[in-house]
């Protein structure tokens, strides 16, 4: 049974802070008799480095309990936080601390191994369309396929429904054991709805460009059809909705406040999970060799045609990195601009300080999240600037924590 419940149940870590100091305004003293001297204009002060400001301690707490593999989390503009389940349902907590199961129609759900309700994403205009998507596996024709499917749900808080059903279709899924489903859905700073799929764990997938298994799509989120601006408009052997391709199993979709540039998180085979600064038309460079499935390739081959470099490789062993988001906001002190990664094996939260060219600065954990909770499905943003994040340790023990930097 889900409910609400109280504080942090583990004790908050903090960090050691370290102190700054500010230069004096330089401008000119008065004379002895009160006439001012001529002044100069000044430079304004440099912005502040936020990996220079001191790290804040975090204080977590769990708003919901009682939760089976919840997958993605978004909140709407009144506060409510909507989350999905792998295994089919949605749940919202309302600002008061309610915890609503809304009543909706999964009757078609595939959910099979990695495969079932996955991403969830608001629509930018939802305070007055009311409406959102999801991205989920679903049983058609007598076989199965990942669909998008766009809904809207009542002002109370109640029910669901489906109003695009579905708004994309025909995305391949491993009907045998639901392998690298992908689904992570976010929206670009275009409007433009982004949709991440895995490979299937079939080898020709991620580098075929006539499939959307392996991809990152970008659709107009109206219509389904591909986007304005997309790179492979107009050519025939190419799906236009496609934006980049050579993807293993997309996890995670970030997008950047200010550049708009969008990193990809995604699992990598016995080496090397990555996160990867994507440009339109580019490759990820995953290319397994067969016979079967041959995974014991690198994650990213750079000879490949418009391979795009990682920003950021866990090595071996992989980690399991998930969902992705940015920090953003000034309470968030030296924690601000950080990439934030779930980690599912390795269960907790990875940070990392990126360039504005993709380059890798930093990468720490968080402490506060570092093996209390198992593993970790989703971090995600909120509009109110908090983190909320959902685990995924199955058997209906999984919690929405909300994290928030301690004044």
């Known amino acids: ?27 000119a003293a008065p004379t002895q008799d009160a006439v001012p001297a001529p002044t100069t204009s000044q430079p304004p002060p440099p912005e502040p480095d936020p990996a220079s400001e001191p790290r804040p301690a975090l204080d977590v707490t769990v708003l919901a ?13 009144d506060g409510t936080l909507l989350l999905d389940e792998r295994g089919g349902g949605l749940t919202a ?22 495969t079932g309700l996955m991403g969830l994403v608001l629509d930018p205009g939802f305070e007055k369309s009311r409406r959102f998507y999801t991205c989920q596996g679903v049983t058609e024709d007598g076989g199965a396929e990942i669909q998008v499917t766009a809904w809207t749900v ?12 579905p708004l994309i279709d025909d995305i391949p899924v491993n009907e045998r054991t639901g392998r690298h489903g992908g689904c992570r859905l976010r929206f670009d700073d275009t409007g433009a709805l982004l949709v991440g799929t895995g490979d299937n764990a079939v080898t020709s997938n991620a580098q075929d460009l006539g499939t959307v298994a392996g991809k990152v799509l970008r659709v107009d989120p109206a ?36 550049s708009g540039q969008v990193y990809a998180a995604e699992h990598g085979p016995r080496r090397d999970d990555e996160v990867t600064l994507l440009r339109p038309g580019g490759n990820g460079a995953f290319a397994p060799q067969g016979p079967g499935y041959g995974e014991f390739v690198p994650m990213t081959d750079l000879s490949l045609p418009g391979a795009m470099p990682a920003t950021w490789a866990s090595g071996e062993p992989t980690i399991a990195s998930s969902g992705a988001t940015f920090l953003a906001g000034e ?20 940070a990392l300080r990126v ?53």
């Open 331 to 350: 309470q968030w002190r030296g924690y601000e601009g950080l990439l934030l990664l779930g980690v599912l094996k390795n269960r907790g939260v990875l």
């Open 154 to 165: 009542d002002p109370g808080w109640t029910a669901a429904t489906r109003v695009a059903d």
């Open 223 to 258: 219509t389904g059809e591909a986007a304005a601006g997309n790179p492979h408009l107009g050519r025939p052997d190419v799906d236009p909705r496609v934006w980049t391709h050579g993807h293993r199993n997309v996890q995670g979709l970030a997008v950047r406040p200010g």
């Open 65 to 77: 309990d009682g939760l089976d593999h919840p997958w993605d989390v978004a909140q709407t503009p």
């Open 1 to 27: 049974m889900r409910a609400a419940v109280g504080p942090c149940l583990g004790a908050v870590l903090a960090l050691s802070a370290c102190s700054a100091t500010a230069g004096e305004d330089a401008g």
């Open 355 to 407: 360039a504005d060219d993709g380059t890798l600065l930093d990468q720490f954990r968080l402490p506060e999240l570092e093996g209390t909770y198992g593993r970790i499905r989703t971090v995600q943003l909120g509009g109110d600037g908090a983190l909320y994040v959902t685990t995924d340790n199955g058997d209906g023990s999984d919690v929405l924590l909300r994290v928030t930097p301690r004044p």
């Open 93 to 114: 907590v309302l600002p008061d601390g309610t915890v609503r199961e809304l009543a909706a129609d999964f009757g078609d759900l595939f959910a099979t191994g990695e």
